[in-house]
Structure formats: structure tokens, C-alpha cells
């Protein structure tokens, strides 16, 4: 796959990652739907040496799939553009107990199972949370 094409399918991901509720109703109108100490996470996972494109495959249906989770708030998955493999997931949970019933789903742990085969460290992820919300 050629620079400009990863470059490409980077820019066509970006707009496919446009979660709806964020996006469209103006600006700012979607953070109020985020509550204060809100669970969130940033996760890190990052292709071993020849299996991008295997990683790149089994990790975006969960695009479709975290997002049809009612419980999820906000989740977007992004590429680094000068490192193909390298993912960062960002995602916004009302709390720690809906972020875990999330990793507890059938296709999450799925998507875990694969890893060994296909990531380098497994994921690293930072558990955050957000400190202004809609009445700040």
C-alpha cells in the first residue's frame, strides 16, 4: 500500500469515526450529553512487524459495534498516519461499571483473543476522567 493511499483510506476513517451525537448538532451542542466524572479511556495498541493489516481488519468492526452499545457515550478509533498499526482508542463510558460490562461483551473479548497473534504488548490504556461537563 503506497503513502498516498494509506493516507487516503486515514482521511476516509476520520470521516467514517464521526459519531453523530458530537457531530451535526453545531458546535460544543454534543458535550453536553457527557456528564462530569464520566469514565473514559485511552487505549494504545500497536501492530507487530508485518501484521498491520490483520490488526487494521479485526479492529475496525468495532467501530460499528462499541457505537451500537447504548452505554457508550463517545468511542473513536484512530491510526497513526506515520506509523500504520499504531492505534489510539478514545472512549467516554457514564461510568466504570458500564466501561467494564462494555469489555465483558462477547465480541470485546473476541477482539482480545486475537491480540497475541497480531499486537506487540498487548494494549496499554490510561482510565481517565472527565472533569467539566455540561454545567461547567
Avoid at 497473534?117 to 498487548?122: F, T, V
Wanted: proline content about 7%.
Amino acid at each position: 500500500m503506497t503513502r498516498s493511499s494509506l493516507n487516503g483510506l486515514t482521511l476516509l476513517l476520520g470521516l467514517a469515526l464521526a459519531t453523530p451525537a458530537l457531530a451535526g448538532e453545531g458546535p460544543g451542542k454534543g458535550y453536553a450529553a457527557i456528564p462530569p466524572g464520566a469514565y473514559s479511556i485511552v487505549a494504545e495498541v500497536k501492530a507487530k512487524a508485518g501484521k498491520e493489516d490483520e490488526l487494521r481488519a479485526v479492529t475496525l468492526p468495532l467501530i460499528a459495534l462499541v457505537r451500537s452499545d447504548p452505554k457508550n457515550l463517545v468511542y473513536f478509533l484512530q491510526e497513526d498516519r506515520e506509523a500504520p498499526g499504531h492505534f489510539i482508542f478514545y472512549e467516554i463510558f457514564a461510568t466504570r461499571a458500564d466501561f467494564e460490562a462494555h469489555n465483558a461483551m462477547p465480541y470485546v473479548l473476541d477482539w482480545f483473543e486475537k491480540l497475541p497473534d497480531l499486537a506487540e504488548g498487548g494494549v496499554k490504556v490510561m482510565r481517565m476522567e472527565i472533569l467539566a461537563g455540561s454545567s461547567q
